[in-house]
């Protein structure tokens, strides 16, 4: 960042509905990886439109290309992260979230939640979650063996796999429903055979612990960048002042809680964007200067 300034590490004013945007776009501006796919994106848009003498405001579809990063399921979900940066302008990297347009915000608003959304879609529409073929619809399934409409409905992503993995996680097999029942005592009854057929079917759901907000998540980062930038504790002390008396601010009282922050951006950063342990963010320091 070649000016630094509280908008890279104050977030107090970021308004409730800005802050799932600003919390991926923050954190995608740590990331060199992404940072370069997205100027590999901008760039292809630009050959393109040069080649083919687009006009501004004409629409027009552009195949993208960019390498896989992230450990996401599909790749669907990153193009559109990605290609959201690209098109929204070229304010991304350079421009923190707090200085971009309202304009420019709105774009950028919901994009990971509308990324997930059609990533989510085409993924269930290739690999359905349940799949019920009655012999009401089809008779023709009165004839046909449990081992042929097994491969008939294998999914793409499973016909690659071992057969012990198919076996384990696709369940097939003849179903009876008697609709003489109410749909919830159905649901009911479906939902005792999946607790007992499911691989994670008699798991605990883990116990939660501690603040886990999204304004935490991005005062941890402006920890981290604060670290960065201010060569002892006491100078990412004063610039944190004038933060204390916010509700939101970045403000820690100790070098201890300081840098326990600045530890949980790290991991904030792998499992917001989903990236391996190798990455780290580019404001990563092992510790203070002095």
């Given at each position: ?55 501004l405001g004409v629409p027009y579809s552009l195949k993208i290309n ?51 959304q059609i990533n989510n879609k085409d993924y269930r529409e290739k ?110 002390q004063a610039r944190m002042k004038p933060q204390m008396g916010k ?44």
């Amino acid at each position: 960042m070649s000016n630094f300034s509280e908008d890279d590490y104050d977030f107090s004013n970021v308004p409730q509905h800005e802050l799932f945007g600003c919390l991926y776009y923050e954190y995608m501006r740590e990331s060199e990886t992404i940072i370069r796919e997205v100027g590999n994106v901008r760039q292809q848009r630009l050959d393109d439109e040069k080649r083919r003498d687009i006009k501004l405001g004409v629409p027009y579809s552009l195949k993208i290309n960019y390498n896989k990063i992230t450990n996401h399921q599909g790749i669907i979900f990153e193009a559109v992260m990605i290609a959201s940066l690209a098109y929204a302008g070229d304010k991304f990297p350079g421009v923190p979230w707090q200085k971009l347009s309202s304009s420019e915000k709105k774009t950028l608003e919901d994009f990971p939640k509308k990324a997930s959304q059609i990533n989510n879609k085409d993924y269930r529409e290739k690999n359905p979650m349940l799949v019920l073929n009655t012999l009401l619809q089809d008779p023709s399934h009165g004839e046909s063996t449990l081992n042929t409409w097994k491969t008939k409905m294998m999914p793409k992503l499973f016909q690659k796999v071992s057969k012990a993995v198919q076996e384990k996680f696709l369940v097939s097999g003849f179903f009876q429903i008697n609709m003489s029942y109410t749909q919830s005592l159905l649901r009911e009854a479906f939902s005792d055979w999946l607790q007992a057929n499911h691989p994670e079917g008699k798991e605990k759901s883990p116990e939660r612990r501690g603040r886990n907000t999204q304004r935490d998540w991005l005062n941890a980062l402006g920890a981290l960048r604060l670290r960065f930038y201010c060569k002892t504790f006491t100078e990412a002390q004063a610039r944190m002042k004038p933060q204390m008396g916010k509700p939101n601010g970045t403000f820690y009282g100790d070098r201890r809680s300081f840098n326990r922050a600045c530890a949980a951006s790290v991991r904030h950063f792998r499992t917001l964007l989903k990236l391996s342990d190798k990455h780290l963010p580019i404001h990563f320091t092992k510790g203070w200067q002095k």
